[in-house]
């Protein structure tokens, strides 16, 4: 994990940014995301 990430869900948050950017360059006009981190409010 990266020293600046505080837990795992913001590990696969940046882990989900990296790859919505690289799909973007990759030119996909669709992504679908899935994670197993669970979402607390």
Excluded: N
Aim: charged share 20%; hydrophobic share 45%.
């Amino acid at each position: 994990m990266h020293k600046k990430l505080a837990s795992p869900f913001d590990t696969e948050g940046l882990a989900c940014l990296q790859a919505l950017l690289l799909g973007i360059q990759l030119g996909f006009s669709l992504t679908i995301f899935e994670g197993d981190a669970k979402s607390l409010k």
